[in-house]
């Protein structure tokens, strides 16, 4: 059986998906202050890692645009948020994480 890389990458984005909507159901949960408050890890807060993982997403997916540079995803501007940095909270009102 041949390898099938374009199987590998869609079974990735399948557990991709699902762990993050398993992820958003558990902190759904908590209250803004709480997911901004201070738990001594190397980003501060959960709010803090949620900004890390986000970065680190676009990162990635921009490293694969010479794979694939007519990739409506891959292309997507949304990529491409003004000052992307380690600094930037790029997931400011965590509406997705309240229901609205």
Not at 6 to 17: D, G, H, T, V
Not at 37 to 44: K, N, R
Request: net charge negative.
């Amino acid at each position: 059986m041949a390898y099938d890389i374009k199987q590998s990458f869609l079974n990735l984005a399948r557990y991709n998906e699902r762990v993050n909507q398993e992820m958003v159901a558990v902190l759904a949960v908590l209250t803004g202050r709480a997911r901004r408050q201070e738990a001594g890890s190397w980003f501060g807060s959960i709010h803090g890692i949620l900004n890390h993982i986000i970065i680190c997403d676009f990162n990635w997916l921009k490293r694969y645009r010479a794979l694939s540079p007519g990739s409506p995803v891959l292309t997507d501007p949304r990529l491409d948020p003004p000052n992307l940095s380690w600094e930037h909270d790029l997931h400011d009102n965590a509406a997705y994480l309240e229901g609205q």
